[in-house]
C-alpha cells in the first residue's frame, strides 16, 4: 500500500517555542491530507483537512493561528504548532488517501509524540 | 455529524479465544466503515474495509466484520486470536463522498495472554 511518512516521531520542547511537523507521501500524490491528535486513551480527532495549494480547513474548536498548516506540495504538508504549552502534549497524526479514488483507505503516517515542558 | 462508538475500552483473551469487538455508529445517509488496527510502536494499518456489496467483509490476519446496516453495527470478529494480535483497534466511518475525513472510536485496546 501507499506510504505516509511523517517527522520527527517525538519532540520535546519548552513552552513559548514553536514546532514544526512534515508529512510526506512517499510513492503517491496527495491533494488532501488530513491532520489529527490523539489524547490518552482517546480517539483520534480531527484537527484539519489539509489541500494542496490553498488554505486548510479546521474542525470546530482548532484554532488557526496555533496550529499553522502548510501544504506547499503535493507529498508534503506540514504541521506548525506555535507557541506550544504544556497542554498541546499530544499525539498528532497525519493521514492521506490516494487521490482519483475516494472509495479507498486512507494511509496513516507513524505519529508524532509532541511533549511540551 | 456522524459519530462511532466501540463498546470495549480493554479486552484480555487468552490465544485461541473468539474475538469481537463491538463498533456502532450515527449517520444519516450511506456510510463507508473501517476497522483499522494499531500495533505497539507502528502506524495506523487498514483491517478491512466496507463500501458496498456483500456485508460480511473479510480482511487480512484472519478478520472478518460484519455490517447489519439495520443495526448501524460493524463488528469485528476473528474465531481464533494469537499473541500477535495484541495491539489497539479503532472502528471508523466515513460518508459515501469524495474525500471525506473518517470519523474514529476511541479505540479498543486487546491484550492477548500466550
Redesign the interface.
Known amino acids: ?1 501507499a506510504v ?1 511518512s511523517q517527522h520527527p516521531s517525538w519532540v520535546i520542547c519548552k513552552s513559548g517555542t514553536s514546532v514544526k511537523i512534515e508529512c510526506r507521501s512517499l510513492d503517491f500524490q496527495a491533494t ?1 491530507m ?1 491532520w ?1 491528535r490523539q489524547f490518552p ?6 484537527m484539519a ?1 489539509s489541500n494542496e495549494g490553498s488554505k486548510a480547513t479546521y474542525e470546530q474548536g482548532v484554532e488557526k493561528d496555533k496550529f499553522l498548516i502548510n501544504h506547499a506540495s503535493l507529498t508534503l504538508s506540514t504541521l506548525t504548532v506555535t507557541s506550544a504549552h504544556p497542554e498541546d502534549s499530544s499525539f498528532y ?1 497525519c ?1 492521506a ?1 490516494v487521490p482519483g479514488d ?2 479507498t ?2 494511509f ?4 508524532t509524540r509532541l511533549t511540551v515542558v | 455529524a456522524q459519530s462511532v462508538s466501540q463498546h470495549n475500552h480493554h479486552v484480555i483473551l487468552s490465544e485461541a479465544a473468539s474475538l469481537e469487538l463491538g463498533c456502532n455508529y450515527s449517520y444519516g445517509g450511506t456510510v463507508n466503515l473501517f476497522w483499522y488496527v494499531q500495533y505497539p510502536g507502528q502506524h495506523l494499518q487498514l483491517l478491512l474495509k466496507y463500501f458496498s456489496g456483500d456485508p460480511l467483509v473479510k480482511g487480512i490476519k484472519g478478520f472478518e466484520a460484519e455490517f447489519i446496516k439495520s443495526k448501524f453495527s460493524f463488528n469485528l470478529r476473528k474465531p481464533s486470536v494469537q499473541w500477535s494480535d495484541t495491539a489497539e483497534y479503532f472502528c471508523a466511518v466515513s460518508p459515501d463522498s469524495g474525500y471525506s475525513t473518517l470519523t474514529f472510536g476511541k479505540g479498543t485496546m486487546l491484550l492477548v495472554s500466550p
Open positions: 500500500g505516509v488532501t488530513f489529527y486513551k482517546q480517539s483520534l480527532m480531527l483537512t497524526i493521514s488517501r475516494f472509495a483507505e486512507a496513516f503516517g507513524q505519529g
